[in-house]
């Protein structure tokens, strides 16, 4: 298949000291590019930060792709060369379907998703829950995409990575991801924190992990949902042991208490991160019984092609 890709490369991060932005190849470029090539599509990706050739619809006229498949942000400010007007025509045309991967439902659905996905033929939330909001609004070319990763950049077991680090977290901080570390830190937990890495050394990290820590809220609108994150495939794709803040519906990806954990405060979590410390073989049959189930369903190639075979049906 013919698959033009668009979406940004990659993305201004802070690094890690916090002084200056730098940009990293972003999770789109190796969760969705190199497994779509991967998979023997060919794939052409439009930057939307920074385009090879900035006229979309020349590329697309030159390229005439089977499928469009985006990501976009909505926010000119992080990608200016989104191309909405080209979009939305050539869905309306019905020449060549459209697709959208949407990210923050559970913080943008309400100001954004639900008018923004009419612009596609086809879209896909994270959140198994928000199917229905979709087509509760009569939007009923639905699909649930969810996250997952790519071995392509996490080798299966990771090679030569020794689990040298007891428990860690990779992401960037905020308020409620502060106080839980912060108790931690109280209860004589000492954790490796990461922020401003790039994806390369995050998924060194994890695979170096005893313990995987995810943080499921998002504080961006200030109401702190919980929501599907990315982590909660990268650190099993790394065979490590993920223990993370529940958000709802995660059963439907893993198995809780026998693939993964959960924690649901501060409490819970130095409680759970104390025990599993203590039983190091527990991590071991977590972590492996997570990886499996990982490779099963949530690798990006795998999850990719169930993608696109929803898309085609629709």
């Avoid at 916090?18 to 599509?41: C, E, K, Q, T």
């Avoid at 050539?90 to 100001?111: A, L, M, P, Q, V």
């Avoid at 990779?170 to 790039?198: D, T, W």
Wanted: aromatic letters at 12%; a neutral charge.
């Amino acid at each position: 298949m013919k698959i033009l890709l668009v979406m940004n490369k990659t993305l201004w991060r802070s690094s890690p000291d916090g002084n200056v932005s730098v940009p990293r190849i972003d999770l789109g470029f190796w969760n969705v590019y190199v497994p779509l090539m991967s998979l023997g599509h060919e794939v052409l990706l439009y930057d939307t930060i920074n385009p090879v050739e900035p006229d979309f619809d020349k590329l697309l006229e030159t390229f005439k792709p089977d499928l469009i498949w985006c990501c976009m942000t909505g926010n000119r400010n992080i990608t200016p060369f989104e191309p909405w007007e080209s979009i939305a025509r050539e869905t309306e045309s019905g020449r060549t379907k459209t697709f959208n991967w949407f990210c923050d439902d559970t913080w943008r659905f309400d100001k954004w998703s639900n008018q923004a996905c009419r612009a596609f033929n086809v879209c896909s939330t994270p959140e198994p829950s928000y199917i229905k909001k979709y087509k509760d609004i009569g939007y009923d070319n639905i699909i649930l995409g969810a996250w997952h990763a790519s071995t392509e950049i996490c080798p299966i077991p990771p090679q030569g990575v020794q689990k040298s680090i007891p428990i860690s977290f990779c992401g960037a901080p905020n308020v409620h991801r502060q106080q839980m570390m912060f108790h931690l830190k109280q209860q004589g937990i000492e954790m490796v924190y990461f922020y401003g890495c790039s994806t390369e050394d995050m998924m060194l990290t994890h695979g170096a992990s005893k313990i995987g820590l995810n943080f499921s809220r998002n504080m961006s609108d200030g109401t702190g949902k919980t929501q599907m994150k990315a982590r909660m495939f990268e650190i099993p794709a790394a065979q490590t042991f993920l223990l993370t803040e529940y958000t709802p519906n995660l059963e439907q990806f893993f198995n809780i208490g026998t693939e993964i954990d959960c924690f649901h405060d501060a409490v819970t979590l130095a409680d759970k991160v104390k025990y599993y410390l203590n039983n190091e073989t527990k991590i071991n049959e977590m972590a492996i019984a997570g990886h499996k189930r990982f490779l099963k369903q949530h690798e990006s190639r795998v999850r990719l092609t169930s993608v696109l075979e929803q898309i085609n049906k629709l």
